[in-house]
């Protein structure tokens, strides 16, 4: 039943409008306030050498900061793709999908600004993985919605 498109009888069905809008704003907003979190971190962690710019630019083009940022961002999505899920209360997959699919497609048109090979190499690892985390986020919703259902 869960994740087929059938909604338990007495759930309550969102606009798909709200769906969306939720499950995007969650990845999107998410993303935003962690990356500010993690630079404040990352700036009070470094001190007094944060007034030497090589050195915060050397951390933040180091490959462990790249992967903190793309671990945050993918957890992100996970989350954005569960809010849509959940609000959705039906077809899970499909919506988590979409809300995932539009935020990347957002988020490219915000941030798509730098010629660097590595940030594209970055960038295409995200739209590969985009499906399978918003489809992780989903099923996360739908083993959740089922052991409700059985316990209920």
Known sequence: MAGSGKTPPGSARAPAWKV??????????GTFVLSVLLSIVAGLWLGELASD???VRTLMESGAWTALGFAAGSACTVLGAYVAARVANRDEYGFALVSSLIALALGELVGSGSDDMSSFMLRVAGWLLTAPLALLGARIRVIQKERHITKG
């Open 20 to 29: 969306i809008v939720l499950g995007v704003s969650t990845d999107l907003g």
């Open 53 to 55: 710019e090589g050195t």
